[in-house]
T-cell receptor, first 113, second 112 residues
Framework: EAQVTQNPRYLITVTGKKLTVTCSQNMNHEYMSWYRQDPGLGLRQIYYSMNVEVTDKGDVPEGYKVSRKEKRNFPLILESPSPNQTSLYFC????????????FGDGTRLSIL | KQEVTQIPAALSVPEGENLVLNCSFTDSAIYNLQWFRQDPGKGLTSLLLIQSSQREQTSGRLNASLDKSSGRSTLYIAASQPGDSATYLCAVGTGANSKLTFGKGITLSVRP
């Protein structure tokens, strides 16, 4: 089954404790992207990757890192999480970019205390 | 900076009604416009994608139109059903095929 898989689905942690949210897709897509969704603010792009060679910042990259060592995986790294990063996070992928339908994961709900 | 607006934030209609959801955007330099559906506790599901050169797309009971010059799109849902209850988001593609800017969504409730 074609899918985008995020792990974990839920996480409660404390300020300053490094964490990684994994994202994996099995559709051989080049393009992957991370979003956060907050009440009243909607979905905002954090980082995107056009392919394993190209990764760049979205609208709200502060406090986040990503890596794209292989095509299928695009982990989101919070080196020193803070309470303002409490949010619902989504990973998405598509064959080559936003000019095609996006496939989203089911989301990761992070709570930073 | 591109801004995408969806009004109203919530809508409740009786089953069987035809309805229109609106989306507006401030910068007409877009690659495409996409409509998504989001169910509680789930990710987004792509419903329709309209390329910038197109005027509309149809899938089953759904029809989406795009007017780039006026910065507007509509999602038409025919003969609404309770199963259509969800949040509907529109997003415009910009930034050299790299960026999606989302509206905040319209939460639709279809009453039996």
């Amino acid at each position: 089954e074609a899918q985008v898989t995020q792990n974990p689905r839920y996480l409660i942690t404390v300020t300053g404790k490094k964490l990684t949210v994994t994202c994996s897709q099995n559709m051989n897509h080049e393009y992957m992207s991370w979003y956060r969704q907050d009440p009243g603010l909607g979905l905002r792009q954090i980082y995107y990757s056009m392919n394993v060679e190209v990764t760049d910042k979205g609208d709200v990259p502060e406090g986040y890192k990503v890596s794209r060592k292989e095509k299928r995986n695009f982990p989101l790294i919070l080196e020193s999480p803070s309470p303002n990063q409490t949010s619902l996070y989504f990973c998405a992928s598509s064959p080559t970019g936003v000019n095609q339908p996006q496939h989203f994961g089911d989301g990761t709900r992070l709570s930073i205390l | 900076k591109q801004e995408v607006t969806q009004i109203p934030a919530a809508l409740s209609v009786p089953e069987g009604e035809n309805l229109v959801l609106n989306c507006s955007f401030t910068d007409s330099a877009i690659y495409n416009l996409q409509w998504f559906r989001q169910d509680p506790g789930k990710g987004l599901t792509s419903l329709l994608l309209i390329q910038s050169s197109q005027r509309e797309q149809t899938s089953g009971r759904l029809n989406a139109s795009l007017d780039k010059s006026s910065g507007r799109s509509t999602l038409y849902i025919a003969a609404s059903q309770p199963g259509d209850s969800a949040t509907y988001l529109c997003a415009v593609g910009t930034g050299a095929n790299s960026k999606l800017t989302f509206g905040k969504g319209i939460t639709l409730s279809v009453r039996p």
